[in-house]
């Protein structure tokens, strides 16, 4: 396949996954958002997060890692995952976007990739607790980091080499790997340290 056949092709797919995981993530961080608005303006409020000692996002939000700039972290996630939002519409709406956007952007999704992470350690190391919602975003941000990094130079969003386009692919067909590694080490960590499944088994 010519370098021109390759760069004029839709990325259908992968357009289609970032709007979806980029909706799945806004949604949660936007429900978190109500949730803690309704917090404030009602001490006594128990958000529809809250499960179980457990299973709760009352303390993560209460917490000075749940406002780590000054404000509620929830109001970044509803922030920033408009962006994979665009990025996906735009890429199905037949946009192009230069190197340096895509490096920007995947700069980005790493910041939030090693944000969510460190998010996830307070939260289990810390605090204790697992937050729903803020696992519905962990869920979506995951997926999202590991397609992205290689994504746009194995579908030739990016101009390549042919030898660099086929590394470019190779790497991204091991994305579900790298996504399933994460998500079973961040249950084995949970599991270990607070014993998660034993409290979702009582409930």
Known sequence: ????????????????FTIIAGAVGWFAAFELLT???KTLQ??????NCSVSKLV???????????????????IIGVSAFVAPIAVGVALLAGARFAKWFWVVYQLGLFCGF???IWLFTQSVFVLGTLC?????????MI????????????????????RARSAAQALASWAWVAILLTYLLIAFIAQVRIDWFAEFARM
């Open 56 to 74: 709760t996002c009352g303390p993560n939000m209460d917490s000075w890692q749940g406002s780590l700039f000054g404000f509620s972290n929830t």
């Open 1 to 16: 396949m010519s370098r021109e056949t390759s760069v004029s092709q839709r990325p259908t797919g992968f357009a289609i």
């Open 114 to 116: 090693v944000f969510i």
């Open 143 to 162: 997926p999202l980091f590991w397609v992205s990094i290689t994504k746009p130079y194995a579908a030739g969003l990016v101009p390549l080499s042919d």
């Open 42 to 47: 009602n001490s006594e409020y128990i958000p």
């Open 132 to 140: 729903p919602w803020c696992m519905v975003v962990w869920a979506a």
């Open 35 to 37: 949730e803690y608005i």
